[in-house]
């Protein structure tokens, strides 16, 4: 019992208590909206992002650095459409912080403001990992991005009150910094339009609906299913007959079944950033478009 | 003439003209017309599409709790008799903690049901389906949503935080059985009806601070059951510091004490006139913990390889009166002071090394300590009476390989060297799968 209550005395007074500053602390399931918090919110916020472009959002460890850094936020922002409901309602069970909890103004679902793709007609777990509420990897397309900011603006404003002005006026800043680059991606990505991409999980729809790319195949056999031999044979059999241009994957998937693939098939493997810090250029959302465009024009010359 | 004649055809042709263009103007007007009308239809129908569309079906069970069920059986093939299994060197557990029955058997099932109630509480009810004799409650619990500053409330039945192990459901488990020290200390897994209060620091490296009283319903308690008094039966207090380690690797380490009381705790055994008798202690039980776990994935991303690695180290001081012979089934009841302190491990390593496959190892090991007995120190009764309490340190070794087609679905084969037997080594093959239905569930770290 004593030794109990000592060593409690020494751990506290050995941890740094995290930034009881005037700043908001947001945290995010996913590195873009990190990206876009600190876009909206500049030195007001503090923002932590529990996951890298490393990492696959579907499977992430409860681990106790996520529940201590929910614990102290004010505001949490994730993709939602059950995209981390693997990880995400344990995490918001075990952090005692009501602000952040289902139904409260710190709890924000970005993919519920934009129109979403891929809403199954059949929902099955043999059709493999997929998401009864559409498709929740949202912000490949930037127009989503657009709106997604402009309802998180709002719900910044209405969190932070002291501060509104600040959200409002640098969204209203991001907005049209964001719109002119919509206008110039568009006019750079049109020779994409039509071009028949492999990728390797459905986690690029909204990018290919926007651009008007067209999916081919994908290297998962279902949802969340690994890339099996079997599967691999088929997709060479079908760039044989229909090739595709390029075969798209993300840098949290190995590499290893699109090189095989790309070797086979003799078409170029291409991996996009898919989120903020996915690659050395992607530092920020308007690098992520700017290096995804770029990476895939290459591809298709 | 010629000037009249040619200017008559010329009107005429005019007029042919305009009679033709005013046709086709009319014609055109009547198709323009047809399709405004169908786009029209087009329109409306869209329109009540989308109202059914955007009115979703209602009804008494839209509000239903999320449901997922956990289906395990499994091949057993044991060397020695489980219906024999003992722990030799431990006072017995109430429970039962031995590998199962031999042969093909149908595991344990569960049935979850969990759910926000309302804004300040979330539901859990997890109903184990034994294949022999009906339901149980496995976890049944309330826990606070709207409390703040890092502090949850929990009650009802659930898993005492008492070690990492404990709290994991079965399902979850990385080998099919639990670790001898977890069957020895706290007789497979303690479910305590009671109160948990859990606080979370607010600091960057995770730290909580835990309080749970219980009615002590279950080893290291007892009478099974609990006893019959008012207040509380068993008290456990638990904290745990965790954190990240460079770009892959996770740790939480925790220390926990549990003290209860047990009065009349009975247990089985053979004298030495070869009668069964019951046996019974009361007086107070006291046990450490103390849990580490590390786990690393490149990246912590865990889709490809990864490695866990576990081990709790359980320290148990027991002290008050053995009754021998309580039922004066053989040479009549006796009773005498008894302490002991005891102690046990276990060690394991989970290795991921491609996408669904697993392999792993654990050790486990119980030490029988200082245990003084009064009614063999005195003379009145030799350690043959008390066979089971006779000093013994059990070991074993245990493999296993599991693969996970997906998230959803486990088959696993394990293999055990088990002396937790004085006098048997126990063989011990498993061929289990582990299927979950439903909801998506969440694991603990």
């Known amino acids: ?301 | 003439m010629y000037g009249k004649g040619t200017m008559g055809l010329a009107v005429a042709a005019a007029l042919g003209f305009a009679g033709t263009a005013l046709a086709q103007t009319q014609d055109e007007l009547s198709t323009l017309r047809e399709q405004v009308r169908q786009l029209d239809k087009r329109v409306t129908e869209a329109e009540n599409a989308a109202i059914q569309a955007s009115s979703r079906p209602t009804g008494e069970n839209v509000m239903n709790p999320a449901v997922s069920v956990i289906l395990n059986g499994i091949y057993s093939n044991l060397s020695q008799d489980p219906n024999a299994f003992r722990i030799n060197g431990f006072v017995p557990t109430l429970g039962e903690v031995g590998p199962g029955a031999r042969g093909l058997s149908l595991g344990e099932s569960e049935l979850a049901l969990a759910s926000n109630i309302d804004h300040n509480f979330r539901g859990t009810l997890i109903a184990s389906i034994s294949p022999e004799d009906g339901i149980g409650v496995e976890e049944g619990y309330i826990q606070t949503l709207a409390l703040s500053y890092g502090f949850t409330i929990k009650a009802g039945r659930f898993f005492s935080g008492v070690g990492y192990q404990n709290q994991i459901h079965a399902h979850a488990w990385d080998f099919t059985d639990a670790p001898l020290a977890n069957k020895a200390f706290l007789g497979n897994q303690l479910h305590e009806d009671g109160i948990q209060l859990k606080w979370v620091a607010p600091t960057e490296t995770y730290f909580d601070l835990g309080l749970e009283v219980g009615r002590g319903r279950q080893f290291p308690a007892g009478p099974a059951g609990g006893r019959n008094k008012n207040g509380v039966g068993s008290s456990t207090l638990f904290t745990h510091v965790g954190g990240d380690l460079g770009t892959g690797v996770a740790w939480q380490t925790g220390v926990s004490y549990l003290s209860t009381s047990p009065r009349d705790r009975t247990f089985d055994d053979v004298d030495s006139t070869g009668a069964t008798v019951t046996n019974s202690f009361t007086g107070k039980s006291r046990l450490w913990v103390l849990d580490g776990i590390l786990k690393w994935a490149p990246n912590y991303n865990p889709t490809y390889t990864s490695l866990k690695l576990q081990g709790e180290f359980f320290r148990r001081k027991e002290n008050g009166d053995l009754t021998y012979d309580s039922t004066a089934a053989s040479l009549g009841p006796q009773t005498g002071g008894f302490t002991s302190t005891q102690s046990g491990w276990y060690l394991q390593g989970v290795y991921q090394f491609v996408p669904m496959w697993r392999v792993g190892y654990r050790y486990d090991r119980l030490n029988a300590g200082t245990t003084s007995n009064g009614l063999v120190d005195s003379g009145a009764l030799t350690v043959t009476d008390l066979p089971i309490l006779a000093r013994y340190n059990p070991t074993r070794h245990t493999v296993m390989v599991d693969w996970s087609p997906s998230e959803f679905s486990r088959v696993r084969l394990q293999f055990a060297s088990d002396k937790s037997r004085s006098d048997a080594t126990d063989n011990q093959v498993f061929l289990q799968y582990i299927v979950s239905l439903g909801a998506h569930g969440a694991h603990k770290f």
């Open chain 1, 1 to 301: 019992m004593k030794a109990i209550l000592r060593l409690i005395v020494a751990l506290s007074s050995t941890f740094a208590a995290l930034p009881a500053s005037a700043a908001l602390n947001v945290f995010t399931c996913e590195p873009e909206w990190g990206a876009l918090a600190q876009e909206l919110g500049g030195d007001k916020v503090s923002v932590y992002s529990a996951t890298t472009a490393l990492q696959d959002p579907h499977r992430i460890e409860a681990r106790p650095s996520l529940i201590a850094r929910i614990r102290s936020a004010d505001l949490l922002i994730c993709s939602g459409s059950e995209l981390e409901i693997g990880w995400i309602p344990l995490l918001l069970t075990q952090s005692g912080n009501s602000k952040v909890q289902l139904g409260n103004p710190g709890y924000f679902e970005a993919s519920q403001y934009v129109v979403k793709l891929e809403i199954p007609k059949v929902i099955d777990r043999a059709l493999g990992d997929i998401h009864p509420g559409g498709n929740p990897h949202v912000h490949t397309d930037p127009r989503n991005i657009a709106r997604i900011a402009q309802a998180l603006e709002e719900r910044m404003a209405q969190i932070d009150p002291a501060n509104a002005e600040n959200y409002r006026s640098r969204g209203k800043s991001f907005r049209e910094r964001w719109q002119a680059a919509i206008a110039r991606w568009e006019r750079q990505a049109a020779p994409l339009k039509g071009v028949p991409i492999v990728v390797y999980h459905k986690d690029f729809s909204y990018f290919i609906n926007w651009t008007g790319m067209r999916e081919a195949a994908s290297l998962e056999p279902k949802p969340g299913i690994p890339p099996t031999p079997s599967h691999l044979a088929e997709l060479i059999d079908q760039m044989k007959r229909a090739p595709a241009k390029m075969i798209v994957y993300s840098p949290y998937s190995s590499p290893q079944a699109a090189e095989f693939l790309s070797s086979r098939a003799n078409i170029p493997a291409v991996m996009v950033p898919f989120t903020v810090g996915g690659t050395d250029k992607a530092k920020d959302l308007f690098g992520l478009f700017d290096d995804t465009i770029a990476r895939l024009l290459g591809a298709v010359k």
